[in-house]
C-alpha cells in the first residue's frame, strides 16, 4: 500500500498557494550552487524547469532524445493557451476559469491544484511576452483572444496556428541562456533508461547516449520528469512518433503510483485515417471549431452517395446538411468539450452517416465562416493549417469542407503527483503531460500548455526547494556507487537480452498490433467485456514482443529499432495498466466512457458516490496485477453535477 | 481512387561519423500516392528487417512539419520536389511511378554526418546560446498589455519566428551559410520593443559563433529562401546586416 498524501494546504480555497509559499522552505543562494537537478525533457514543462531553475542557481542536467530541445513535442501544439487575463472584458477571472477546468475535467481533479493553476496562468503570459513570443495582437497593438471548447469566455491567445512551437522557442531560448551562463548542462539524444535509487530517494539516472549507444551515470539531489503523454500506446495518435511513456514507466516501477491511466482524450478534430501504412495522425486544431461548423448528411442515401462518390459536400443544400453538434448542445454549438464533441462524431458514424471513402469522417465546414467574413480573415487565422490539410489529403479547404475523425491526442493521467508535483517517491518529482494533476477525466482546449508552463516556471522552482532544503548537506555522489553500478549493468542486460530474441517481427508491426487493440477495446467507447478481452489481448502481444521480435543490428552505436524496441515493452506494460483501470472505473466521466453507464441521451454518467477518487495503481512485479490506491477527491467549492452543455 | 507507384532508391548509407559511406539502391513497390515520404521509407525499413538487414536511420518526430527534425536531401533539393513543405510533409503524388529517387542527408560543413541520413545540428544550438534570447528571468516581469506593439510588428516577428531549425538553408547553400537561420532570430526579437534592447549585441554575438562553428559566408545567392519550408524571406538577411552594422560601429 503506497501511503497518498496530497499535502494540500489549509485554508480557503484562494489562499492556499499564498501561504503555501509563505511557510515553505527555501535555499539560499550559496546552498543552490551545491545542488544537482537532473531535469528530463525539454518540452514546455521541462525547459522552462530546467531554465527557472538554472537562473535560481542549482545546477541542472537536462535531457531530452531529440537532438535539440527545441524539437520537444509541445512544438506541434497550434491552437493555443489560456489564461484569465479578462482582456476582452467579457467576464473572466481566476474563479471562471478554475471553476472551468474542473468543470470540462468531469469533476475528477484536484480542487487545490487546479485553483492555483488558474491563479499563475496570467503571469505566464506576462513571461512570454517578455521573452519575445510573438503572440497575435489587434490593431491597437494589445493581445489578441480567441475562444476554444468548454468555456463561454475568450481567454485563448494564440501564435498564429503554431502556439506551442512559439512558446517552446521562448523557453528554449531561456533554457539556452541559461546553458551559456553555464548552470544547465544540456544532454541532447540522450534517454533515460533507468532511474537510481539511493537509500529509498531517487538520486539520479542511468541514460543512453543514442548515438554511441553507451550508457551514462548521472547523480542528482533530485530527478525531475517532464517526460510527456502516453497517446502512442495507440501507435497512431496525434503525438510526435518519438513521444513515450518509458520514463513515467521506470519511474512505476520504482514505486511511483500511476494515477487514472484510463483517462485519455480523443481529439474530435483529426484528418481520418487513410491506409495501413499509416505512421500517425494529425490533428487539425480545435481553434478550427470557431468559425467551422460540423455536419453529416441528413438523409443516408446522401451519406452513401457522397462515400461512394456520386456526390460532393457542397452538393447538399443546408436543410440537407444535420450540423448535428449544433442542433444537441445549442448553448455551446460545434464548442462543446472535446470528449463530447468526439462521441457525437462516433455516434454519427456508427449510424450511418459518415463521409469520406471509409465512413469513419464528418465535415468541419467553413463556407458560411468564409462568406461573411471573406477568405482573407479566414486566411490570416488558420493558413497554416489549411495549407497543412491540403498537403495531406491534396483537397482545397476554402472550397470544400475539411473531413475529421476523432483520434488519441492526449493523455489526462500520469504519474501520480502531490500538490508540491511529487511522486510517491521520495525526490522524485513530475511535471507537464506526464503527470495526472489538473485536468481529472477531460482537459480542455489550451490548457496543456498552461499546465506545462504552470509546472515549470511557477510551481516547481518554489517547491522543489521545500524538498532540497533538507539536502543541502547531502554531498554529491559520484555515479561510481553500488547503486549506479547495477542499475547501469541492469539496463545493458536487459538490452542485449531484446537483442538476442531474434524472432520474426519488426517493433512497428507488434506496436500496430498494440495500438488496435487499444484503440477498438480501450478508446471511445469501453464495456466490460472488451476490456476484460483487452486486458488477455495484451498479454497475448506481451509475448509475442518477448518471443518474435526482431531487432537488427547491436548494442553499439545508433540503433533505432532498438530503442524503439525498449520503448515498446513499456507502452504494452502501460496499454495494460489503462484496460484495468478502465475496467475498475464503472462509471463514464470525460474522456473515459463506458457504454453500461449512459444517460437515455447517450450522455457520461458518473457514479460520484463511488467513484469520486483518483485510482493510483502501485507496481507489484512483472507478471503480477498492479495494486489499487484511491485518493479522495473533496468538493468544498464547487457542486457535482452532470455536466450540461445544452 | 488509390493509385499506386514502383520506385527504386537510391539511399546514401553510412555506419557512423567515421565511416565511407555510398550509396545503395532498393525497389520499394505498390506505394500509395497517398502516402507521406516518410511513410514510403517506413515500407523500406519494414522491408529490411523482414529481410534481416538494417533498416535506414532518418531524423524524424512530428510529421506534421513543425519540429524541424526530418531533413532530406531528396533528388538534389533539401526536404524535395515541392515547394515550402518539410520531408515529411512531402506526398508520394509528387513522383512518377518507376522514378528513381535520390536520397541523402544534409551536406554542409556545420552538420556533419552521424549515420546513414541523419546529422549533427547541434551547431544551431549553440549559435541560439551565444545570443539568441532576450535577457530576461523567469517573474518579474511586467503585464502582457503594458506595452502595445503594433500588429505589422508583431506579425512580421511572428513570419521570422516561423523557422523551424531544419537547416534546409544550410544545405541549399553552395557556401553553407546559415545567415537565413541567424537572421530569423535576430530579425524576430529586433522587431519587438523586448528584444530591441540587445538587438545589436545578439547580431554580432550569434553571426560570431556562426563563423566560429565552421559555417561559409553569405554571397546573396538567394538560395536559402528558395528552399526554406517555412517561407522564411531573405529580407532578413538585410535587417541581421543593419543590426550587425550598428555593432560594429558601436564598438
Ligand atoms: C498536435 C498537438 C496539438 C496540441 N495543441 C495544443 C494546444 O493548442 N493547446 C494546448 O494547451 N495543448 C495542446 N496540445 C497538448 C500539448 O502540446 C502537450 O500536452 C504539451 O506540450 C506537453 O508538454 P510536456 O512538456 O509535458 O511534454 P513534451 O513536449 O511531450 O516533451 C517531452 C520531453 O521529454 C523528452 N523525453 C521523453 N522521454 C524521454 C526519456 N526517456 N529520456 C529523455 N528525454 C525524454 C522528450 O525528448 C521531450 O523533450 C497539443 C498536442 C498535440 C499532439
Ligand atoms: S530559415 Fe527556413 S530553411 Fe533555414 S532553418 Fe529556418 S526553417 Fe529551415
Ligand atoms: S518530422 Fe517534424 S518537421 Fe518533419
Known amino acids: 500500500m503506497i501511503k497518498l498524501d496530497s499535502k494540500i494546504p489549509q485554508g480557503p480555497l484562494a489562499d492556499k498557494w499564498t501561504s503555501y509559499k509563505n511557510n515553505q522552505k527555501l535555499v539560499n543562494p550559496a546552498n543552490k550552487r551545491k545542488l544537482d537537478v537532473i531535469v528530463v525533457g525539454t518540452g514546455l514543462a521541462g525547459a522552462s524547469a ?136 544540456l544532454y541532447t539524444r540522450n534517454e533515460l533508461v533507468e532511474i537510481v535509487m539511493v537509500d529509498g530517494k531517487a538520486r539520479g539516472i542511468i541514460s543512453r547516449d543514442l548515438v554511441t549507444g553507451k550508457t551514462e551515470r548521472h547523480f542528482g539531489h533530485a530527478v525531475v520528469l517532464a517526460t510527456g503523454g502516453y497517446g502512442n500506446t495507440f501507435f497512431l495518435s496525434t503525438n510526435a512518433m518519438g513521444s513515450n511513456v518509458s520514463a513515467a514507466i521506470k519511474a512505476y516501477k520504482k514505486g511511483a503510483a500511476f494515477a487514472n491511466p484510463c483517462y485519455a482524450q480523443i481529439h474530435p478534430t483529426c484528418i481520418p485515417v487513410h491506409g495501413e501504412f499509416q505512421s500517425k495522425l494529425t490533428l487539425m486544431s480545435e481553434s478550427l471549431r470557431n468559425d467551422g461548423r460540423i455536419w453529416v448528411p441528413k438523409k443516408k442515401e446522401d451519406a452513401e452517395a457522397i462515400r461512394a462518390g456520386k456526390k460532393k459536400a457542397s452538393d447538399l443544400s443546408e436543410d440537407e446538411r444535420d450540423y448535428y453538434l449544433e442542433r444537441r448542445y445549442p448553448a455551446f454549438g460545434n464548442l462543446v468539450p472535446r470528449d463530447v464533441a468526439s462521441r457525437a462524431a462516433k455516434e454519427r ?42 498537403k495531406i489529403v491534396d483537397d482545397n479547404p476554402y472550397k470544400e469542407p475539411m473531413m475529421i475523425y476523432p483520434a488519441i491526442h492526449y493523455t489526462m493521467g500520469g504519474v501520480w503527483v502531490d500538490y508540491e508535483l511529487q511522486t510517491s517517491v521520495k525526490g522524485l518529482f513530475c511535471l507537464g503531460e506526464a503527470n495526472f494533476s489538473d485536468h481529472g477525466a477531460n482537459r480542455l482546449g489550451a490548457s496543456a500548455l498552461m499546465q506545462g508552463l504552470a509546472d515549470g516556471y511557477f510551481v516547481l522552482p518554489y517547491t522543489i526547494q521545500n524538498y532540497l532544503a533538507d539536502d543541502i548537506s547531502t554531498p554529491r555522489m559520484t555515479g561510481d556507487e553500488k547503486e549506479f553500478i547495477e542499475a547501469e549493468k541492469a539496463v545493458n542486460d536487459k538490452l542485449e537480452k531484446l537483442l538476442a530474441i531474434k524472432g520474426k517481427r519488426s517493433v512497428d508491426s507488434i506496436h500496430k498490433e498494440l495500438g488496435l487493440v487499444m484503440w477498438d477495446f ?125 | 481512387m488509390e493509385k499506386t507507384i514502383n520506385l527504386t532508391l537510391k539511399v546514401w548509407r553510412q555506419a557512423n561519423a567515421t565511416a565511407k559511406g555510398a550509396f545503395e539502391s532498393y525497389e520499394v513497390k505498390n506505394i500509395s500516392t497517398d502516402s507521406s515520404f516518410l511513410e514510403m521509407l517506413d515500407i523500406l525499413n519494414e522491408q529490411l528487417i523482414n529481410e534481416n538487414k538494417e533498416p535506414v536511420a532518418f531524423d524524424h518526430d512530428c510529421r506534421e512539419g513543425i519540429c524541424g527534425m526530418c531533413s532530406l536531401y531528396v533528388n538534389g533539393r533539401p526536404h524535395g520536389p515541392d515547394d515550402e513543405v518539410t520531408t515529411c510533409q512531402l506526398h508520394m503524388r509528387k513522383f512518377k511511378d518507376g522514378e528513381t529517387i535520390t536520397i541523402e542527408p544534409w551536406r554542409s560543413a556545420g552538420f556533419p554526418v552521424i549515420k546513414d541520413l541523419i546529422v549533427n545540428r547541434n551547431a544551431f544550438d549553440s549559435i541560439i546560446a551565444a545570443g539568441g534570447y532576450v535577457s530576461v528571468g523567469t517573474g518579474g516581469v511586467p503585464d502582457g498589455n503594458a506595452m502595445p506593439i503594433p500588429k505589422v510588428d508583431a506579425d512580421e516577428a511572428m513570419d521570422a519566428a516561423s523557422c523551424i ?87
Not at chain 1, 471548447?149 to 512559439?166: D, L
Not at chain 1, 507502452?571 to 484496460?579: D, H, K, N, Q, S
Open chain 1, 50 to 185: 530546467a531554465a527557472s531553475l538554472g537562473e535560481m542557481g542549482f545546477n541542472v542536467k537536462n535531457f531530452c532524445i531529440q537532438d535539440s530541445p527545441r524539437r520537444a513535442h509541445s512544438i506541434a501544439a497550434q491552437g493555443g493557451i489560456n489564461a484569465a487575463k479578462n482582456y476582452p472584458n467579457d467576464g473572466d477571472s481566476v474563479f471562471r476559469l478554475f471553476f472551468d477546468t474542473i468543470k470540462g475535467g468531469d469533476y475528477r481533479a484536484r480542487e487545490a491544484n487546479v485553483h492555483r493553476l488558474a491563479e499563475v496562468a496570467n503571469s505566464i503570459i506576462d513571461q512570454c511576452v517578455a521573452q519575445g513570443v510573438p503572440f497575435a495582437r489587434e490593431y491597437g497593438g494589445s493581445l489578441d483572444n480567441r475562444s476554444f471548447g468548454g468555456a463561454q469566455v475568450s481567454r485563448t491567445f494564440y501564435a498564429k496556428g503554431q502556439t506551442g512551437q512559439q512558446l517552446l522557442l521562448g523557453a528554449y531560448q531561456a533554457l539556452m541562456r541559461q546553458v551559456n551562463e553555464g548552470t544547465v548542462k
Open chain 1, 349 to 390: 458514424c456508427d449510424a450511418g452517416f459518415g463521409v469520406g471513402a471509409t465512413g469513419l469522417a464528418v465535415y468541419l465546414d467553413f463556407a458560411s465562416a468564409i462568406n461573411r467574413l471573406g477568405e482573407d480573415t479566414i486566411r490570416a487565422r488558420y493558413g497554416n493549417l489549411f495549407q497543412m490539410y491540403e
Open chain 1, 522 to 646: 480501450v478508446g471511445m467507447a469501453r464495456n466490460k467485456a472488451g476490456l476484460e478481452g483487452a486486458i488477455e489481448k495484451i498479454a497475448a502481444i506481451k509475448k509475442e514482443f518477448q518471443t518474435n521480435v526482431f531487432i537488427p543490428g547491436t548494442n553499439d552505436g545508433m540503433n533505432i529499432e532498438l530503442e524503439k524496441a525498449a520503448r515498446l515493452e513499456d507502452f504494452i506494460t502501460m496499454g495494460e495498466l489503462m484496460a484495468r483501470d478502465a475496467l475498475n472505473r464503472e462509471e463514464s466521466c470525460g474522456g473515459h466512457f463506458r457504454e453500461e453507464y449512459q444517460t437515455e441521451e447517450g450522455e457520461a454518467l458518473r457514479q460520484d458516490d463511488k467513484f469520486a477518487y483518483v485510482a493510483a495503481w502501485e507496481y507489484k512485479g512483472e507478471d503480477q496485477a498492479p495494486e489499487l490506491n484511491k485518493e479522495e477527491l473533496i468538493f468544498e467549492n464547487v457542486e457535482l453535477k452532470q455536466r450540461n452543455y445544452k
Open chain 2, 165 to 251: 531549425g531544419c537547416g534546409a538553408c544550410v544545405a541549399a547553400c553552395k557556401n553553407g551559410s546559415a545567415m537565413l537561420f541567424v537572421s530569423a532570430k535576430v530579425s524576430q526579437l529586433a522587431l519587438l520593443p523586448q528584444g530591441k534592447v540587445e538587438a545589436a549585441r545578439r547580431a554580432k554575438n550569434m553571426v560570431a559563433k556562426m563563423d566560429e562553428l565552421g559555417f561559409g559566408n553569405c554571397t546573396n545567392t538567394g538560395a536559402c529562401e528558395v528552399e526554406c519550408p517555412k517561407g522564411v524571406s531573405i529580407a532578413n538577411i538585410a535587417r541581421l546586416n543593419r543590426e550587425y552594422l550598428k555593432a560594429k560601429c558601436l564598438d
